[in-house]
C-alpha cells in the first residue's frame, strides 16, 4: 500500500547515472511537486546544475518529513514498485521526459544515450509554466510507449 513515484535527475554526463529521488506516499502530487521545485527562486536559478537541482526537488519532496524514518529515498536506480511513470529531468538541456514505469535503469541510459534522444520531452521553461501539473498533462507522450 502506498502512492509511490520516482523522479531522475540526469548527471553532467551520459554515462554517470541519474540519481533517482523516491516518494512512498507522493506519488499523485509529483508532477506538481516537480514544477513547484523548479519553478522557486532557488530551483530555477539551478536548472544547469544536476547536483543543486537534485536536492532543491527532494527538498520539495520530503517538505517538513525530514526527521521520517520511512517516506522518501535516493538511488541510483528507480524503486522498482512505483505506481507512476518516472519522471527524468535532463539538466543539461532543460528537458523534461516521462518513461513507462517499468523502464529499468539500463532502459533509461540506453535510452537518453541513443543516436537520436527521445523526442517527446518538454522543456523546463514550458513544464513550468502551466498553472498546475499533474499525470495527465506531464507530458505530451511516454518515452518508449506504444502510440
Known amino acids: 500500500m502506498g ?5 531522475a535527475v540526469r ?5 554517470e547515472p541519474p540519481v ?3 516518494t512512498h506516499w507522493g506519488g499523485f502530487e509529483l508532477p506538481e511537486v516537480v ?3 523548479l519553478d522557486s527562486p532557488e530551483g530555477h536559478g539551478r536548472w544547469d546544475d544536476p547536483s543543486y537541482l ?3 526537488v527532494f527538498e520539495h ?10 517516506g522518501f529515498g535516493i538511488s541510483t536506480t528507480p524503486a522498482g514498485d512505483a505506481e507512476y511513470d518516472l519522471i527524468l529531468l535532463d539538466p543539461r538541456n532543460g528537458l523534461v521526459y516521462r518513461f513507462p514505469r517499468s523502464t529499468t535503469a539500463e532502459g533509461i541510459r540506453e535510452a537518453l544515450t ?8 518538454i522543456s523546463f521553461e514550458d513544464f513550468v509554466s502551466a498553472e498546475a501539473r499533474t499525470w495527465e498533462n506531464l507530458t505530451d507522450a ?3 510507449a506504444s502510440p
Open 3 to 7: 502512492d509511490r513515484a520516482n523522479v
Open 11 to 15: 548527471g553532467w554526463s551520459a554515462e
Open 20 to 22: 533517482y529521488l523516491y
Open 35 to 37: 514544477r513547484r521545485a
Open 54 to 56: 537534485a536536492r532543491i
Open 61 to 70: 519532496m520530503v517538505r517538513d518529513a525530514f526527521s521520517l524514518e520511512t
Open 114 to 121: 541513443a543516436e537520436s534522444p527521445p523526442e517527446n520531452a
Open 142 to 144: 511516454v518515452v518508449g
